[in-house]
C-alpha cells in the first residue's frame, strides 16, 4: 500500500468555526465536480471527518482532524492516482483553504 498523502491546512478560525465550515463542504464539492465525483460519504466523531471518495473509476479514503489552528487531511491514495499525489495535494490544499478563509 502506498504511503498516506498528509496535508496540513492552517486557519485562524478556532476549531469550532473551522468544524462548522467544513461540514457539509464535502457536499460542495461534489456540486461543484460533480462530473468528476461519482460518490462522497463523510462521517464526522468529534473533531475527525472519515470520508471515502468516488473519482474517475477509484475509490479514495481519508480522514482530517480539525484543531485549533490547523486542519490535518490524510488520504490513502489508489496506486494508480498515487502518481498525481503532488496536484492531488495542490488540489487539497486549495480547496481546504477556500472552506477556512475568513469571511
Do not use: C, Y
Request: glycine fraction near 10%.
Amino acid at each position: 500500500m502506498a504511503k498516506p498523502l498528509v496535508v496540513s491546512i492552517p486557519h485562524n478560525l478556532g476549531q469550532a468555526e473551522a468544524m462548522r465550515r467544513l461540514h457539509g463542504g464535502m457536499s460542495g464539492l461534489k456540486s461543484q465536480f460533480g462530473d468528476k465525483v461519482a460518490s462522497i460519504d463523510e462521517t464526522w466523531n468529534g473533531n475527525r471527518m472519515d470520508f471515502r471518495v468516488g473519482a474517475m473509476g477509484q475509490n479514495v479514503s481519508g480522514h482530517l482532524e480539525v484543531m485549533q489552528d490547523v486542519v490535518r487531511v490524510e488520504v490513502q491514495l489508489p496506486w494508480i492516482l498515487a502518481m498525481i499525489a503532488e496536484k492531488a495535494k495542490t488540489f487539497i490544499q486549495k480547496q481546504g483553504t477556500l472552506l477556512l478563509e475568513k469571511k
